[in-house]
């Protein structure tokens, strides 16, 4: 068996473990709510009999294990219950929610990359003058504001005295387009419709950049101190004492290896913007799982809770799958690593 | 054949669509905070109410301008005693292309009470019978005086459409209603997306001809953002802003010369005193509350511009315009001295009170409310404290006395337009414990006075037991009576609204206002 | 000491960030002092002067209800620096004893302890907190719970790695071959050891709790009015956005300030403690 499918064997029996501890502990939590969830669910107008029969019905009466063996059963055939604030299924509104927010999650993590890498490699290449101050400061600043501060002075600035972007939602109104993917950008150029992608794009540019922010300072900074550490080992000084220009010397010998650790981060990074998508998509009402989440949040709806925050755990177990994996094609070392990274 | 003509008509108006590319479609967005309900039978709030009105008709509809009701889906309707009559027009189709008939309303108020949810408990005790193909007639287990006007809460669904929908775990076809429309309305619903938007088409075959400028598309987007509608209206990308505004942005869009559209006369905003604890289980240690409320800063926080306000001065608890209301000159006002007096009378000594003065977390306004009575009541020496209450909590809070906060701000309004659906819900001993009556008031005087009110046989029997309850509650306080509820919302130049802006085209009823068929768009 | 001093002072970014953070903690200590409207933490009204923008009377400006947002932001500090001195102070110790255990002794209990935290870890920190607010009531006591029961991980993952590096130590081993008993050397061995990344990262952590805090506040499922908070004053001020812009810039500014400072003192902490990332 080779060393990648070695890996992402071991990643998936873990993450089977997790998955039925996180399961728990949703249960657990979903649980401890005060207040009686099937009079919550009846709304206002209930008689005691409905709400007792409702209570039949969600299995409230039985001991907490049968009802968590309910709650598996239900989740093996795909069944996450009705969701009381929208009337409908929760796996169908997961599945028409989720795609929004994975779209702006996924583009604030190339963001995050792609802006995020060359400022931290050009930080370290210069290394106590000025752009690395600069660079300094700015990340920092941006690791110093929940998202939603920069969402509302991002909106201020860019929606409200310069209106060049759109202040809510994912596409105007007068584009309709057929859903295939959900993934507006994808659905829009299956499509053929440019003006469409291209008005996908410009609603999405703001919240992305919001979302992204934090993480951009955050990739910046490890990627900087990474290199640092790697410029301090023995073979680069010695490729830099041999006059190799510093170019080539950050991109063949300094990159590569500062880049293991940083992979690592960005995986948690993510993570993190699957969490600050909750206030961002609230700032800029856009329409996916996490404004979802807190919608059913607020109105104490418990299956819609518990499969909510169960799809962004297991979105962020296959993140860091796929991280695990690419880690182990930059870096051959791994394979003989018997523990490897938990 | 139905089949047939309905895709006849379709082509034609596909047709239409090519050889007249020019005819723009007119498109009106407008917004509710909270999530419309499709379901008819589970309409209750104002978003269901906009749903419910465009995309389901009733039997009659509230007149125009004054009191009383005109036929709809009904040609006309007798009275005799408990027994309602009603002939329907032969002329009326659902949207799907079944023609309406009696077997249709009878299905409709029996699917409305087997799901037992939204305003179903307006048709406790009735039942429904067809005399033949169209005639109708309900029955009543008892007299109830308003049951007219209730009919205005009881949409008429297409029972063909339902049953092929329906399933043996779904029998009323809950799943196809909440996301679909099944009924003869002059919108019909083309997407429904309960994160952003419900979008409602013109229904081309109304039974009732709509005017060249009514909207051929509606969205009635949900859970914006006060500052996302400010901007969208400011750029031109939205029409009518809901009524859950606040004053300060509402006013700030009046500036920027938007409209002012309004809606009144069958709502109040109330201060509702939990009687089954102390210390508000005392008369006296609730007049001093009543007294102490600052109606005048109440009011003055509602203002949105010169001569326009979220809300009119109380004068009891029925709203002024509504029958058995006082006059408008008898206006709640503050006052100290008799707020102390009342104190003296008091047995709790006001250092331990330690009120619960609770707001729902949906309705910002009511946290400066709760921040008012806090600073008004601390000067008789009550200690408070401030609880946010998401609505859906509050539901469940108030189902026991003990857990029911001392105080709940409540926004209300009678559903059918009656001050029976207005006061009854609130006050009589049988319905404790809804988030209508977290008084939990029980007092055998005001039952006896909300009977004779809604049994009254004639206007002015009812109107004289409504007076009577008014000047009752008035001296016991089971709640302060803040002020007399205004729905303000702010349009767009493109759109005129008849009914929310001539009080001679005003329904009277919550939400009708909204009957977008009415409305006229302008061009652009 | 003087060495350390030395380090900060020569950084002069370390130095504005020891200045903020002082600043910050003095000004949330003596707010009841230098408030210029010291009762306007509570519930008072004062429509006369409802909504003004900046001025000589109100720096920062009015909130709807006419209370002054200067002073309020003085008293919201306490409120943030309060909570995260609390989850730190409960989550570290959690976290430490845990990542002890797990990291010296191995074998069964590092398998449980890990895979416990791995659990936690799996689901996004905001997340975790966002869920649990969600079934528990808005209080400023649950909000420190929720906090909590997503910060010790993080603790017992570092705790855990140094252990499990440091066991192999000489220093270990010798105590272990003297007969040192398991709980002595892992806290009076090993803990010492771990204590300067564990008090950089509770540095660094301060303003992350802040920010998570306020995150939840700003969701509606924090610290309850009338008690000032910033994150719900930022929530709170969105609403009344582009006109009252002074509701929300001032709030959101003040924690930018504040987690600023925090961060700025931790990476100049790091480098006088020699503690990696």
Not at chain 1, 278 to 297: H, Q, T
Not at chain 2, 278 to 297: I, Q, S
Not at chain 2, 354 to 365: D, G, K, Q, T, Y
Not at chain 2, 443 to 462: I, S
């Amino acid at each position: 068996m080779s060393p990648v499918l070695r890996i992402l064997a071991r990643r998936l029996g873990i993450s089977v473990i997790v998955l039925i501890g996180v399961s728990m502990l949703i249960f657990a939590i979903a649980r401890i709510i005060p207040g009686d969830p099937a009079r919550i669910a009846l709304g206002p107008s209930a008689t005691p009999e409905m709400v007792q029969a409702l209570r039949a019905e969600m299995h409230l009466d039985e001991p907490l294990v049968a009802q968590y063996g309910h709650f598996v059963a239900d989740l093996a055939r795909g069944d996450l219950g009705q969701s009381l604030y929208t009337n409908r299924p929760v796996t169908t509104d997961i599945l028409e929610f989720l795609p929004a927010t994975l779209e702006l999650v996924l583009v604030a993590g190339v963001l995050m990359v792609v802006l995020g890498l060359p400022l931290g490699i050009l930080a370290a290449r210069h290394r106590g003058r000025w752009p690395d101050h600069v660079i300094r400061v700015l990340t920092l600043l941006t690791v110093s504001a929940p998202s939603f501060v920069w969402a509302v002075i991002l909106m201020l600035l860019f929606a409200f005295y310069l209106p060049i972007f759109p202040v809510a939602g994912r596409i105007s109104d007068v584009y309709a387009i057929e859903r295939v993917t959900g993934f507006l950008t994808i659905d829009t150029l299956l499509a053929g419709n440019f003006a469409a992608f291209a008005d996908a794009v410009h609603h999405m540019i703001l919240p992305a950049v919001a979302l992204s922010l934090s993480g951009i300072g955050q990739a910046a900074r490890l990627t900087r101190a990474n290199m640092i550490e790697t410029y301090d080992k023995p073979y680069i000084e010695m490729a830099q004492a041999y006059g190799f220009l510093p170019v080539r010397v950050a991109r063949s010998y300094a990159l590569k290896p500062s880049l293991i650790p940083s992979l690592t981060i960005i995986g948690l990074d993510f993570a993190a913007m699957l969490g600050n998508a909750f206030l961002v998509e609230a700032v800029f009402a856009w329409p996916g799982l996490s404004r979802y989440g807190v919608n059913v949040i607020l109105r104490k709806d418990l299956n819609a809770i518990m499969g909510t925050v169960l799809v962004i755990a297991i979105t962020f177990l296959i993140v860091n799958i796929i991280v695990d994996l690419l880690i182990a094609f930059l870096n051959p070392r791994i394979r003989h690593s018997t523990r490897g990274a938990s | 054949m139905i089949k047939t003509k309905g895709v006849f008509a379709a082509a034609l108006v596909a047709a239409t669509a090519l050889t007249a590319p020019a005819l723009a479609q007119s498109v009106l967005r407008l917004d509710e905070v909270a999530v419309g309900e499709l379901d008819p039978a589970k309409a209750s709030d104002y978003a269901d109410s906009i749903l419910m009105f465009n995309v389901y008709d009733t039997l009659l509809l509230p007149r125009q301008g004054g009191p009383g009701h005109v036929p709809h889906l009904a040609s006309g309707w007798d009275v005799d005693g408990v027994n309602f009559t009603f002939t329907l027009r032969e002329d009326v189709t659902f949207q799907s292309g079944n023609p309406m008939t009696a077997a249709d309303v009878v299905y409709s108020l029996e699917r409305m009470q087997a799901l037992g949810q939204g305003l179903s408990y307006l048709f406790g005790g009735v039942s429904a019978e067809a005399l033949d193909e169209m005639t109708v007639r309900f029955t009543l287990e008892e007299p109830y005086a308003p049951f007219v006007s209730s009919l205005v809460r009881l949409p008429i669904v297409d029972m063909a459409l339902i049953e092929a929908n329906a399933t043996e775990d779904d029998p009323w076809a809950e799943a196809f209603l909440s996301a679909n429309g099944a009924g003869t309305g002059a919108y019909t619903v083309t997407a429904h997306n309960p994160q952003s938007e419900t979008v409602m088409a013109l229904n081309e075959s109304y039974f009732l001809p709509i005017g060249e400028a009514a909207p051929d598309e509606v969205r009635l987007r949900y859970g914006l953002e006060a500052a996302t509608v400010r901007t969208l209206i400011a750029q031109g990308e939205h029409d009518i802003a809901s009524q859950w505004l606040p004053p300060e942005v509402i006013g700030a869009l009046a500036e920027d010369g938007a409209q002012l559209l309004t809606e009144s006369g069958t709502g109040a905003f109330y201060v509702k005193l939990n009687t089954a604890r102390a210390p508000l289980d005392d008369v006296n240690c609730r007049r001093a509350l009543a007294h102490a409320f600052d109606y005048g800063t109440a009011l003055q926080m509602i203002e949105i511009a010169d001569g326009v306000s979220q809300g009119s001065p109380a004068t009891g608890a029925i709203p002024v315009g509504m029958f058995g209301a006082n006059g408008p000159e008898m206006v709640m006002t503050r006052d100290m001295d008799a707020a102390r007096a009342a104190m003296e009378a008091c047995p709790y000594p006001a250092a331990d009170w330690n009120l619960e003065i609770s707001w729902i977390a949906e309705v910002p306004i009511e946290e400066r409310f709760a921040l008012l009575m806090q600073a008004n009541f601390a000067e008789l020496g009550i200690s408070s404290t401030i609880e946010t209450l998401p609505w859906a909590l509050f539901t469940e809070r108030v189902t026991t006395p003990e857990g029911t906060p001392h105080i709940s701000q409540i926004f209300f309004n009678a559903v059918t337009g009656d001050p029976d659906t207005l006061l009854y819900g609130m006050y009589h001993s049988s319905v404790p414990g809804t988030w209508q009556s977290p008084e939990y008031l029980n007092d055998p005087m005001v039952d006896a006075a909300l009977e004779a009110g809604r049994t009254g046989a004639t206007e002015a029997e009812r109107s004289e037991a409504y007076a009577a309850l008014n000047a009752l509650l008035l001296e016991i306080a089971p709640t302060i009576y803040g002020y007399d509820r205004q729905s303000v919302f702010a349009a767009s130049d493109r759109v005129s609204v008849p009914a929310l802006s001539d009080p001679a085209m005003a329904f009277g009823l919550d939400g009708m206002g909204f009957t977008f068929r009415l409305m006229e768009m302008a061009d652009g | 000491m003087i060495r350390a001093w030395r380090i900060i002072a020569g950084n002069p970014l370390s130095l504005t960030g020891l200045g903020l953070v002082t600043l910050i903690v003095l000004a949330a200590l003596v707010a009841p002092w230098i408030a210029p409207f010291p009762n306007h933490n509570g519930a008072v009204v004062d429509f006369a002067y409802a909504n003004r923008g900046p001025t000589a009377r109100n720096w920062f400006g009015t909130d709807l209800v006419g209370r002054d947002i200067f002073s309020r932001i003085l008293y919201a500090y306490q409120i943030s620096l309060g909570l995260g001195l609390v989850v730190l102070a409960i989550a570290t110790p959690i976290g430490t004893v845990v990542g002890l255990l797990a990291g010296y002794m191995g074998g069964w209990t590092e398998t449980i302890l890990m895979r416990i935290v791995d659990i936690f870890l799996s689901i996004p920190p905001l997340v975790l907190a966002i869920a649990v607010m969600g079934v528990l009531e808005p209080t400023l006591t649950n909000a420190m719970i929720a906090v909590t029961a997503m910060w010790w991980p993080w603790y017992a993952r570092l705790v855990y790695s140094i252990a499990r590096s440091e066991r192999e130590e000489g220093y270990v081993l010798a105590a272990e071959v003297i007969g040192a008993r398991t709980f002595h050397i892992a806290f009076r061995e090993i803990l010492p050891n771990c204590m300067p990344a564990i008090v950089t990262k509770m540095t660094l952590d301060m303003g992350f709790v802040i920010i998570i805090a306020s995150s939840l506040s700003f969701l509606g499922l924090g610290v309850q009015p009338p008690t000032p908070d910033l994150g719900s004053m930022v929530a709170e001020g969105a609403r009344y956005l582009p006109d009252s812009w002074w509701l929300t810039v001032f709030p959101g500014l003040a924690i930018l300030l504040a987690v600023f400072g925090f961060n700025l003192l931790g990476d100049g902490l790091r480098e006088v403690l020699g503690v990696d990332q």
